[in-house]
């Protein structure tokens, strides 16, 4: 069974940073991409960032490259969301979940991760920034 928990969330100041955690379990990690997802409050939930654990290939969406690093410790099974420059809009709850990605290519995982189209998800960890 794919379990994925998510950890680090909080309350920080404008401009600060964060560093979320996911590990995942019941799955072989090299065979699956993991990525984050942020649901702010009104809004519809969107993709962040995602990693191929096969290769560490990533993706960080246009709006938040720059500010945003996601990066994995394979050997942990773990991925992590660095967060820096933080602004009040990242206000949200952020999730990770993963797709079995073997038989995809890696433009096709950045489609799945803007279509919100992973399969397995975490409960999630809020995240609050105060201006």
């Known amino acids: 069974e794919v379990q994925l928990v998510e950890s680090g969330g909080g309350l920080v100041q404008a401009g600060g940073s964060l560093r979320l955690s996911c590990v995942a379990s019941?799955?072989?990690?090299?065979?699956?991409?993991i990525g984050w997802f942020r649901q702010g409050p009104g809004k519809e939930r969107e993709g962040v960032a995602c990693i191929r654990g096969s290769d560490g290939s990533t993706y960080v969406v246009d709006s938040m490259k720059g500010r945003f690093t996601i990066s994995s410790d394979n050997a942990k099974n773990t991925v992590y969301l660095q967060m820096n420059s933080l602004k009040p809009e990242d206000t949200a709850v952020y999730y990770c979940a993963a797709v079995k990605s073997t038989m995809y290519s890696f433009v096709v995982i950045r489609t799945l991760l803007r279509q919100r189209a992973f399969d397995s998800w975490g409960q999630g960890t809020q995240v609050t920034v105060s201006s």
């Open positions: 019941g799955f072989t990690f090299d065979d699956y991409t």
